[in-house]
Protein backbone atom coordinates (compact mmCIF):
# COMPACT_ATOMS: atom_id res chain seq x y z
CA UNK A 1 0.00 0.00 0.00
CA UNK A 2 1.40 3.47 -0.66
CA UNK A 3 0.33 6.24 0.83
CA UNK A 4 1.62 9.24 2.02
CA UNK A 5 0.42 13.16 2.00
CA UNK A 6 -0.31 16.46 3.84
CA UNK A 7 -3.21 18.66 2.80
CA UNK A 8 -1.52 21.18 0.62
CA UNK A 9 -4.60 23.15 -0.96
CA UNK A 10 -3.82 27.02 -1.48
CA UNK A 11 -5.48 28.66 -5.19
CA UNK A 12 -3.40 28.56 -8.16
CA UNK A 13 -1.36 31.31 -8.32
CA UNK A 14 -0.59 30.86 -4.41
CA UNK A 15 1.44 27.70 -5.06
CA UNK A 16 5.34 28.14 -5.61
CA UNK A 17 7.51 25.67 -7.58
CA UNK A 18 8.59 24.44 -4.39
CA UNK A 19 5.44 23.47 -2.58
CA UNK A 20 4.81 21.42 -6.47
CA UNK A 21 8.04 19.92 -6.43
CA UNK A 22 7.41 18.88 -2.54
CA UNK A 23 4.13 17.75 -3.28
CA UNK A 24 4.68 15.51 -6.22
CA UNK A 25 8.21 14.06 -4.30
CA UNK A 26 5.80 13.02 -1.17
CA UNK A 27 2.62 11.55 -3.18
CA UNK A 28 3.58 10.57 -6.53
CA UNK A 29 7.07 9.63 -6.15
CA UNK A 30 6.65 8.13 -3.19
CA UNK A 31 4.35 5.96 -4.73
CA UNK A 32 6.93 5.31 -7.46
CA UNK A 33 9.46 4.64 -5.34
CA UNK A 34 7.67 2.28 -3.31
CA UNK A 35 6.58 0.46 -5.86
CA UNK A 36 9.82 0.08 -7.82
CA UNK A 37 11.36 -1.50 -4.48
CA UNK A 38 8.33 -4.09 -4.14
CA UNK A 39 7.47 -5.28 -7.73
CA UNK A 40 10.97 -7.65 -8.29
CA UNK A 41 10.17 -9.55 -4.89
CA UNK A 42 6.08 -9.63 -6.13
CA UNK A 43 7.70 -11.16 -9.64
CA UNK A 44 9.42 -13.63 -7.78
CA UNK A 45 6.53 -14.67 -5.69
CA UNK A 46 4.25 -15.12 -8.92
CA UNK A 47 2.07 -12.14 -8.32
CA UNK A 48 1.02 -9.44 -5.74
CA UNK A 49 -1.09 -6.40 -5.20
CA UNK A 50 -0.23 -2.87 -5.29
CA UNK A 51 -2.87 -0.26 -3.66
CA UNK A 52 -2.22 3.32 -3.86
CA UNK A 53 -4.32 5.42 -1.67
CA UNK A 54 -5.54 8.88 -2.91
CA UNK A 55 -8.41 10.84 -2.70
CA UNK A 56 -11.79 10.83 -4.25
CA UNK A 57 -11.23 14.61 -5.04
CA UNK A 58 -8.45 13.74 -7.36
CA UNK A 59 -11.56 13.03 -9.72
CA UNK A 60 -13.25 16.00 -9.44
CA UNK A 61 -10.96 18.45 -7.43
CA UNK A 62 -12.37 21.53 -6.06
CA UNK A 63 -11.54 25.30 -6.52
CA UNK A 64 -8.33 26.34 -4.33
CA UNK A 65 -6.69 22.40 -3.71
CA UNK A 66 -3.71 22.69 -5.71
CA UNK A 67 -1.02 21.13 -5.55
CA UNK A 68 -2.69 17.94 -3.55
CA UNK A 69 -5.46 17.67 -6.10
CA UNK A 70 -3.04 17.40 -8.98
CA UNK A 71 -0.56 15.05 -7.57
CA UNK A 72 -3.39 12.61 -6.41
CA UNK A 73 -4.93 12.71 -9.75
CA UNK A 74 -1.31 11.80 -11.47
CA UNK A 75 -1.75 8.79 -8.93
CA UNK A 76 -4.95 7.65 -10.23
CA UNK A 77 -3.12 7.63 -13.93
CA UNK A 78 -0.32 6.11 -12.46
CA UNK A 79 -2.58 3.06 -11.38
CA UNK A 80 -4.01 2.64 -15.10
CA UNK A 81 -0.50 2.34 -16.43
CA UNK A 82 1.34 0.51 -14.48
CA UNK A 83 -2.00 -2.48 -13.92
CA UNK A 84 -1.31 -2.60 -17.81
CA UNK A 85 2.10 -2.89 -17.20
CA UNK A 86 2.26 -5.16 -14.26
CA UNK A 87 -0.86 -7.48 -15.17
CA UNK A 88 1.63 -9.71 -16.91
CA UNK A 89 3.67 -10.81 -14.01
CA UNK A 90 -0.15 -11.07 -11.90
CA UNK A 91 0.64 -7.88 -10.40
CA UNK A 92 -2.43 -6.32 -9.37
CA UNK A 93 -2.63 -2.12 -8.95
CA UNK A 94 -5.46 -0.62 -7.95
CA UNK A 95 -6.17 3.17 -5.97
CA UNK A 96 -8.67 3.87 -3.25
CA UNK A 97 -9.96 7.43 -2.85
CA UNK A 98 -10.60 8.47 0.22
CA UNK A 99 -12.69 10.67 1.97
CA UNK A 100 -13.95 11.56 5.04
CA UNK A 101 -12.28 8.86 7.49
CA UNK A 102 -11.41 8.99 10.91
CA UNK A 103 -8.00 9.87 11.14
CA UNK A 104 -5.65 12.13 13.45
CA UNK A 105 -5.52 14.80 10.48
CA UNK A 106 -9.09 15.00 10.82
CA UNK A 107 -9.67 14.75 14.22
CA UNK A 108 -7.12 17.93 14.21
CA UNK A 109 -9.23 19.24 12.38
CA UNK A 110 -12.71 19.11 14.42
CA UNK A 111 -10.87 20.22 17.48
CA UNK A 112 -9.77 23.44 15.31
CA UNK A 113 -13.41 23.93 14.16
CA UNK A 114 -15.95 22.81 16.56
CA UNK A 115 -14.06 21.80 19.48
CA UNK A 116 -17.69 22.59 21.09
CA UNK A 117 -19.32 19.36 19.28
CA UNK A 118 -18.44 15.51 20.47
CA UNK A 119 -16.70 13.78 17.77
CA UNK A 120 -20.31 11.46 17.30
CA UNK A 121 -21.71 14.72 17.00
CA UNK A 122 -18.74 16.20 14.61
CA UNK A 123 -18.85 12.99 12.11
CA UNK A 124 -22.74 12.87 12.19
CA UNK A 125 -22.63 17.11 11.21
CA UNK A 126 -25.08 17.49 8.39
CA UNK A 127 -22.89 20.02 6.69
CA UNK A 128 -20.59 17.25 5.84
CA UNK A 129 -22.70 16.82 3.09
CA UNK A 130 -21.83 12.93 2.97
CA UNK A 131 -24.96 11.17 1.64
CA UNK A 132 -24.31 8.49 4.59
CA UNK A 133 -24.62 10.96 6.35
CA UNK A 134 -21.54 10.36 9.00
CA UNK A 135 -17.69 10.69 8.32
CA UNK A 136 -16.12 6.85 8.30
CA UNK A 137 -13.73 4.88 10.09
CA UNK A 138 -10.36 3.54 9.51
CA UNK A 139 -11.76 0.05 10.18
CA UNK A 140 -13.83 0.88 6.92
CA UNK A 141 -11.28 1.95 4.55
CA UNK A 142 -8.94 -0.88 5.93
CA UNK A 143 -11.93 -3.48 5.08
CA UNK A 144 -11.94 -2.11 1.06
CA UNK A 145 -8.06 -2.20 1.35
CA UNK A 146 -7.20 -5.74 2.53
CA UNK A 147 -10.32 -6.68 -0.03
CA UNK A 148 -8.13 -5.46 -2.70
CA UNK A 149 -4.77 -6.51 -1.41
CA UNK A 150 -6.18 -10.72 -1.06
CA UNK A 151 -6.90 -12.98 -3.28
CA UNK A 152 -11.01 -12.46 -3.57
CA UNK A 153 -10.04 -9.47 -5.67
CA UNK A 154 -7.75 -11.31 -8.26
CA UNK A 155 -9.61 -10.43 -11.05
CA UNK A 156 -9.61 -6.68 -10.51
CA UNK A 157 -7.10 -4.48 -11.77
CA UNK A 158 -6.36 -0.52 -13.01
CA UNK A 159 -9.68 0.45 -10.62
CA UNK A 160 -10.20 3.00 -8.25
CA UNK A 161 -12.98 2.72 -5.37
CA UNK A 162 -14.00 5.62 -3.43
CA UNK A 163 -14.21 5.13 0.07
CA UNK A 164 -16.27 8.22 0.98
CA UNK A 165 -20.00 7.62 2.11
CA UNK A 166 -21.21 8.82 -1.58
CA UNK A 167 -19.24 12.11 -1.22
CA UNK A 168 -17.19 11.81 -4.60
CA UNK A 169 -19.04 12.95 -8.03
CA UNK A 170 -17.73 10.63 -10.08
CA UNK A 171 -16.73 6.87 -10.44
Known sequence: MNNAGTSAAKPFEDVGTDAWRNDLELKLFGAIHCSRYAIPFMRQAGGGSIVNITTSASKTPPASSLPTSVSRA??????????????????RVNTVCIGMIRSDQLE?????RAPELSWEEYAHDPRHDIPLGRIGSAEEAANVITFLSSSAASYVTGTSINIDGGKGAAL
Open 108 to 112: KGWKN
Open 74 to 91: AGLALTNAMSKDLAADQI
